[in-house]
């Protein structure tokens, strides 16, 4: 809903998405108290989700912008191992599909969303549609349909053409993972955070496929790509 | 830096942007590749040579059937028909206003397959740049002519746009519309007549010199196979003569007759289509008459003498040859010179001054030399090597002058295209004498009245926008976030004020930004201190200085500034740039009591302290209340507990129980940098419709780092 115009400079093109993704932290937000009563406070049914729903609401608003400052930085602390930062992903998943239920949108939004380029290339908007449905599509997404239908295919006894197919999404895969190969990190490390990767993008894209589906929208959120942000002076 | 909605920066580059982009030929930089190409037009393009061959080849057949009896209707009929529907999809946009064609098709001189119908496209008031109708306007535009390639080269994929509201705030018109709406040769195809007076319905010298300018661009980079082709000159030299002739140069009018007969004879265009061109012979030739046109303006009327004085940031007069306070021109500049293998006869570093009297905001910066490279011969090959080397080396925003012919040209490269603009001898004949290290320049007298009375109308519109957007985001109709660029604001206020300093008398060339304060605070001694500051932010973005000042205010300032200066008011009244505003500090906490401690001591630690801390406990059990009080003497802290564990609710109890307007939230497992604050102060106070400014989010690294750590290192808090 709310895009940081995911321009790339040199293509000077500005699509004029009409469903974007989200921007702010709750760990980092500064409202206005006129804003926040004008709008509406904050949603007490959208726990884990609240901040997503507030910009929504203040993004659709006919008054109020929503701003980014630069020298605005807060340093976070992660969560300490694997099951910790599941169940965080599992939460933010379930409850992503409110905040977009409750905005009123519906319609077919459809995005691909490079991997290299970090940026949405292509987009299709359909708008005459009862329900909302919005995906971001990355390599991630393709590369496990294609091994859905491969295992389908297996099963029912095509084994060529399932392993043709499962062929075919290796190249997917290996672009998916194309950031955790740039990390710069050791052979081992890397398979490591490959799957550390994995199971982050399964826990909360299902989380949000699930929790999208209980509000009544088709959510497919985009694979976690590292964020794009300004330099900023290294921790002290 | 990505993010286009109506912010201030971009607005005000309206004043001198391309409304139109550049013809997409091999020298049109950078081609932007959308992902909308299809492979298919990617293998059959990908050969510069077997398109234009295919091109030449089509566009031949269609020359000599067009006149073969039923072929020559045909092709109206193609024409007419690709016409409706370039037309018929525009219309469908809900911004255009009207749409306008210009051609030999309309006048019935066509020569079909050769002949391009051009395309004006006005964009309604409900169509703003700021809300990037256009792009998808362009984009239409492309997709229905790629497939009518008689409408014209079907390369050219560029419309010309007129936004209405610029040129009903004051910024100019596209002048090649005001001279073929004057000149009766615009045909509207659909839509409501053109809303705005054009002025007095003669052409003017300036209007007719901005066409020579566009004619002698077209020439320089127009690739195969036009400029192989004798009908592309000879239409160029007639254009030339119908400009020479609207403005009753008659001397120039018989040296083009003369030449033009000279080169082209009196074969018929159809034969002259299939004869060979020689461009580099044609456009020496036709530089040399576009020379012409300034010498016998000056013959028939007097001239206006404008004195410069120049300030660099001692306020002395260093005169027009770069002086050591300047930064020499940037290593992608000298590359491209040296990768364009001209052979400059002459090559020298000017202090850089604005180009002509309009403002301008692109190619020469303060604080940087310009280079100026003369060319002996060849002007059409050198300048189109020095684009292509361009193309290939140069950065964004590099810009070098080059002398040619004795015209002046700058080629430049920004974002998306490298381009070469043509600078006219009377327009900008303060360039023309500052490469003769002059500081005083002649311009005709008409010509001169009709730049300023420009300048002074934009500069008008300029205010106009400036005060719009004081205290005021407008709001885009699409979702998205609004980013200031301070760099580029402060940047181009600065271009403005230079621009500003050469149209008001003592007219001066501002060459530093040290300068361009100095001036402004000499004028306006009462806002010295403002200017200091605003200098001290800008060179903090250009990364001279390690801290900014703590003025939170400086942006709303800075338009107030602008907004004065630029209608010439003797003294400016602002509001104060150190004012800024209360902020309670929100953070919402259950059984995290360590984690707590060092969220608080960070913010002990802020450099702009927080007025109020508002800490919810979401009914914790530990000592999380102990930690709280222990704080209490350090910061203005205010507790509030809420048994039951609901992070929304506590939100809202936060906005209710602060006591100021502002409220900033950290969570307890986050620690703030020093400068936070005045990043959250400095958001709220750009204007008074920001309601939520949020920041950025990085990673604290644990104290052990496992594989979680790192992938929230390098992965975290990016939701899409």
Same mark, same amino acid.
């Given at each position: 809903?709310?895009?940081?115009?995911?321009?790339?400079?040199?293509?000077?093109?500005?699509?004029?998405?009409?469903?974007?993704?989200?921007?702010?932290?709750?760990?980092?937000?500064?409202?206005?108290?006129?804003?926040?009563?004008?709008?509406?406070?904050?949603?007490?049914?959208?726990?884990?989700?609240?901040?997503?729903?507030?910009?929504?609401?203040?993004?659709?608003?006919?008054?109020?912008?929503?701003?980014?400052?630069?020298?605005?930085?807060?340093?976070?602390?992660?969560?300490?191992?694997?099951?910790?930062?599941?169940?965080?992903?599992?939460?933010?998943?379930?409850?992503?599909?409110?905040?977009?239920?409750?905005?009123?949108?519906?319609?077919?939004?459809?995005?691909?969303?490079?991997?290299?380029?970090?940026?949405?290339?292509?987009?299709?908007?359909?708008?005459?549609?009862?329900?909302?449905?919005?995906?971001?599509?990355?390599?991630?997404?393709?590369?496990?349909?294609?091994?859905?239908?491969?295992?389908?295919?297996?099963?029912?006894?095509?084994?060529?053409?399932?392993?043709?197919?499962?062929?075919?999404?290796?190249?997917?895969?290996?672009?998916?993972?194309?950031?955790?190969?740039?990390?710069?990190?050791?052979?081992?490390?890397?398979?490591?955070?490959?799957?550390?990767?994995?199971?982050?993008?399964?826990?909360?894209?299902?989380?949000?496929?699930?929790?999208?589906?209980?509000?009544?929208?088709?959510?497919?959120?985009?694979?976690?790509?590292?964020?794009?942000?300004?330099?900023?002076?290294?921790?002290? | 830096?990505?993010?286009?909605?109506?912010?201030?920066?971009?607005?005000?580059?309206?004043?001198?942007?391309?409304?139109?982009?550049?013809?997409?030929?091999? $020298?049109?930089?950078?081609? !932007?590749?959308?992902?909308?190409?299809?492979?298919?037009?990617?293998?059959?393009?990908?050969? #510069?040579?077997?398109?234009?061959?295919?091109?030449?080849?089509?566009?031949?057949?269609?020359?000599?059937?067009?006149?073969?009896?039923?072929?020559?209707?045909?092709?109206?009929?193609?024409?007419?028909?690709?016409?409706?529907?370039?037309?018929?999809?525009?219309?469908?946009?809900?911004?255009?206003?009207?749409?306008?064609?210009?051609?030999?098709?309309?006048?019935?001189?066509?020569?079909?397959?050769?002949?391009?119908?051009?395309?004006?496209?006005?964009?309604?008031?409900?169509?703003?740049?700021?809300?990037?109708?256009?792009?998808?306007?362009?984009?239409?535009?492309?997709?229905?002519?790629?497939?009518?390639?008689?409408?014209?080269?079907?390369?050219?994929?560029?419309?010309?746009?007129?936004?209405?509201?610029?040129?009903?705030?004051?910024?100019?018109?596209?002048?090649?519309?005001?001279?073929? =709406?004057?000149?009766?040769? $615009?045909?509207?195809?659909?839509?409501?007549?053109?809303?705005?007076?054009?002025?007095?319905? @003669?052409?003017?010298?300036?209007?007719?010199?901005?066409?020579?300018?566009?004619?002698? %661009?077209?020439?320089?980079?127009?690739?195969?196979?036009?400029?192989?082709?004798?009908?592309?000159?000879?239409?160029?030299?007639?254009?030339?003569?119908?400009?020479?002739?609207?403005?009753?140069?008659?001397?120039?009018?018989?040296?083009?007759?003369?030449?033009?007969?000279?080169?082209?004879?009196?074969?018929?265009?159809?034969?002259?289509?299939?004869?060979?061109?020689? #461009?580099? %012979?044609?456009?020496?030739?036709?530089?040399?008459?576009?020379?012409?046109?300034?010498?016998?303006?000056?013959?028939?009327?007097?001239?206006?003498?404008?004195?410069?004085?120049?300030?660099?940031?001692?306020?002395?007069?260093?005169?027009?040859?770069?002086?050591?306070?300047?930064?020499? #021109?940037?290593?992608?500049?000298?590359?491209?010179?040296?990768?364009?293998?001209?052979?400059?006869?002459?090559?020298?570093?000017?202090?850089?001054?604005?180009?002509?009297?309009?403002?301008?905001?692109?190619?020469?910066?303060?604080?940087?030399?310009?280079?100026?490279?003369?060319?002996?011969?060849?002007?059409?090959?050198?300048?189109?090597?020095?684009?292509?080397? =361009?193309?290939?080396?140069?950065?964004?925003?590099?810009?070098?002058?080059?002398?040619?012919?004795?015209?002046?040209?700058?080629?430049?490269?920004?974002?998306?295209?490298?381009?070469?603009?043509?600078?006219? #001898?009377?327009?900008?004949?303060?360039?023309?004498?500052?490469?003769?290290?002059?500081?005083?320049?002649?311009?005709?007298?008409?010509?001169?009245?009709?730049?300023?009375?420009?300048?002074?109308?934009?500069?008008?519109?300029?205010?106009?926008?400036?005060?719009?957007?004081?205290?005021?985001?407008?709001?885009?109709?699409?979702?998205?976030?609004?980013?200031?660029?301070?760099?580029?604001?402060?940047?181009?206020?600065?271009?403005?004020?230079?621009?500003?300093?050469?149209?008001?008398?003592?007219?001066?060339?501002?060459?530093?930004?040290?300068?361009?304060?100095?001036?402004?605070?000499? @004028?306006?001694?009462?806002?010295?201190?403002?200017?200091?500051?605003?200098?001290?932010?800008?060179?903090?973005? @250009?990364?001279?200085?390690?801290?900014?000042?703590?003025?939170?205010?400086?942006?709303?300032?800075?338009?107030?500034?602008?907004?004065?200066?630029?209608?010439?008011?003797?003294?400016?009244?602002?509001?104060?740039?150190?004012?800024?505003?209360?902020?309670?500090?929100?953070?919402?906490?259950?059984?995290?009591?360590?984690?707590?401690?060092?969220?608080?001591?960070?913010?002990?630690?802020?450099?702009?302290?927080?007025?109020?801390?508002?800490?919810?406990?979401?009914?914790?059990?530990?000592?999380? %209340?102990?930690?709280?009080?222990?704080?209490?003497?350090?910061?203005? !802290?205010?507790?509030?507990?809420?048994?039951?564990?609901?992070?929304?609710?506590?939100?809202?109890?936060?906005?209710?129980?602060?006591?100021?307007?502002?409220?900033?939230?950290?969570?307890?497992?986050?620690?703030?940098?020093?400068?936070?604050?005045?990043?959250?102060?400095?958001?709220? =106070? %750009?204007?008074?419709?920001?309601?939520?400014?949020?920041?950025?989010? $990085?990673?604290?690294?644990?104290?052990?780092?496992?594989?979680?750590?790192?992938?929230?290192?390098?992965?975290?808090?990016?939701?899409?």
């Amino acid at each position: 809903m709310i895009i940081e115009f995911p321009v790339m400079p040199s293509l000077g093109v500005v699509h004029r998405y009409r469903m974007g993704y989200f921007a702010f932290s709750n760990n980092n937000l500064a409202i206005r108290k006129r804003c926040a009563a004008e709008i509406g406070m904050y949603d007490s049914e959208a726990s884990t989700s609240e901040d997503v729903d507030i910009c929504f609401r203040a993004v659709r608003s006919p008054t109020w912008v929503l701003c980014r400052e630069v020298d605005m930085t807060i340093r976070h602390k992660a969560r300490k191992n694997l099951g910790a930062m599941m169940r965080q992903l599992w939460g933010w998943g379930i409850k992503l599909g409110r905040p977009y239920a409750k905005t009123g949108v519906t319609g077919v939004y459809l995005h691909w969303v490079d991997s290299v380029r970090h940026t949405i290339t292509r987009h299709v908007e359909i708008e005459p549609f009862p329900w909302l449905v919005c995906a971001f599509v990355t390599d991630y997404h393709v590369a496990h349909a294609l091994l859905l239908v491969a295992a389908v295919l297996a099963v029912l006894g095509h084994l060529w053409s399932a392993a043709l197919i499962a062929v075919l999404a290796v190249p997917f895969l290996w672009r998916a993972l194309r950031d955790v190969r740039q990390a710069g990190l050791g052979p081992w490390e890397t398979v490591e955070l490959a799957g550390v990767h994995y199971l982050a993008n399964l826990t909360f894209i299902t989380a949000a496929v699930i929790g999208g589906l209980r509000c009544g929208v088709l959510l497919l959120p985009a694979s976690v790509f590292p964020p794009h942000r300004p330099t900023v002076a290294p921790p002290e | 830096m990505t993010h286009r909605p109506a912010t201030t920066h971009r607005r005000t580059r309206l004043a001198t942007e391309r409304t139109h982009a550049p013809p997409d030929d091999d $020298l049109r930089g950078r081609r !932007i590749t959308t992902t909308a190409e299809t492979l298919g037009s990617r293998l059959l393009f990908a050969l #510069p040579a077997a398109r234009s061959t295919a091109l030449r080849l089509v566009q031949g057949l269609a020359v000599l059937l067009s006149g073969v009896g039923p072929f020559g209707r045909m092709f109206h009929e193609v024409y007419a028909f690709g016409l409706r529907t370039v037309v018929a999809r525009l219309r469908r946009h809900a911004g255009v206003h009207s749409i306008y064609g210009c051609g030999s098709f309309f006048d019935g001189g066509c020569l079909y397959g050769h002949s391009d119908i051009d395309f004006i496209i006005v964009l309604g008031e409900s169509a703003p740049r700021s809300e990037g109708v256009h792009y998808e306007v362009g984009r239409t535009y492309e997709r229905v002519r790629r497939f009518f390639p008689f409408l014209g080269r079907w390369d050219e994929k560029a419309a010309n746009l007129i936004f209405l509201d610029e040129v009903q705030a004051g910024f100019p018109l596209l002048d090649s519309f005001r001279v073929r =709406m004057k000149q009766g040769r $615009l045909v509207r195809l659909w839509g409501e007549p053109f809303p705005i007076d054009l002025g007095p319905a @003669r052409v003017t010298t300036g209007e007719i010199f901005s066409e020579c300018d566009a004619l002698v %661009r077209t020439a320089l980079v127009t690739g195969e196979p036009q400029s192989h082709s004798q009908l592309f000159w000879k239409r160029l030299f007639t254009k030339l003569q119908a400009a020479a002739q609207s403005i009753e140069l008659t001397e120039v009018v018989e040296k083009i007759r003369a030449e033009s007969g000279r080169l082209f004879g009196t074969h018929p265009d159809r034969a002259l289509f299939f004869q060979w061109a020689a #461009p580099e %012979r044609l456009c020496t030739s036709f530089l040399r008459l576009v020379a012409a046109f300034p010498a016998e303006v000056r013959r028939r009327e007097e001239g206006v003498t404008l004195r410069f004085t120049v300030e660099d940031a001692d306020g002395t007069a260093s005169g027009a040859h770069a002086s050591v306070q300047l930064a020499a #021109p940037r290593a992608s500049v000298e590359a491209v010179l040296h990768a364009a293998a001209v052979e400059p006869t002459h090559q020298r570093l000017l202090a850089p001054v604005p180009l002509g009297l309009m403002p301008q905001l692109f190619y020469f910066p303060a604080d940087r030399s310009m280079l100026c490279a003369e060319i002996g011969g060849g002007a059409y090959g050198s300048i189109r090597r020095l684009l292509q080397a =361009m193309r290939r080396h140069g950065a964004a925003g590099d810009a070098l002058l080059v002398r040619a012919e004795g015209i002046v040209f700058v080629v430049s490269h920004q974002d998306t295209y490298t381009d070469v603009v043509p600078l006219h #001898p009377l327009v900008h004949a303060n360039v023309y004498a500052w490469i003769d290290g002059k500081a005083d320049c002649t311009m005709p007298r008409s010509l001169y009245d009709e730049q300023t009375a420009e300048a002074s109308r934009c500069a008008g519109a300029l205010a106009t926008m400036y005060a719009r957007h004081e205290g005021w985001v407008p709001k885009a109709s699409v979702p998205c976030v609004y980013r200031e660029d301070d760099l580029d604001t402060i940047g181009n206020a600065f271009s403005m004020l230079r621009s500003l300093a050469i149209v008001s008398e003592p007219r001066s060339y501002l060459v530093t930004t040290t300068a361009i304060v100095d001036h402004y605070a000499r @004028r306006y001694p009462a806002i010295r201190p403002f200017l200091a500051d605003l200098l001290a932010d800008f060179r903090f973005h @250009r990364g001279l200085v390690d801290r900014r000042p703590a003025a939170p205010n400086l942006y709303r300032c800075l338009h107030q500034f602008m907004r004065q200066a630029l209608t010439g008011a003797t003294t400016i009244e602002l509001d104060d740039h150190h004012q800024g505003l209360a902020i309670s500090v929100g953070i919402i906490t259950r059984n995290r009591a360590t984690d707590l401690r060092q969220a608080l001591a960070s913010l002990e630690r802020l450099t702009r302290r927080p007025d109020e801390v508002v800490v919810v406990d979401n009914g914790s059990t530990d000592g999380t %209340r102990a930690v709280i009080e222990e704080s209490a003497s350090r910061l203005p !802290i205010r507790y509030v507990f809420l048994a039951e564990p609901s992070i929304p609710r506590a939100r809202n109890l936060v906005i209710e129980h602060a006591s100021h307007e502002v409220i900033a939230f950290t969570d307890d497992d986050c620690a703030v940098d020093p400068e936070w604050l005045t990043g959250v102060e400095r958001g709220f =106070m %750009r204007a008074d419709n920001i309601g939520i400014v949020g920041g950025w989010v $990085l990673h604290w690294p644990a104290q052990e780092p496992t594989m979680v750590d790192t992938y929230y290192g390098l992965f975290h808090h990016n939701k899409l």
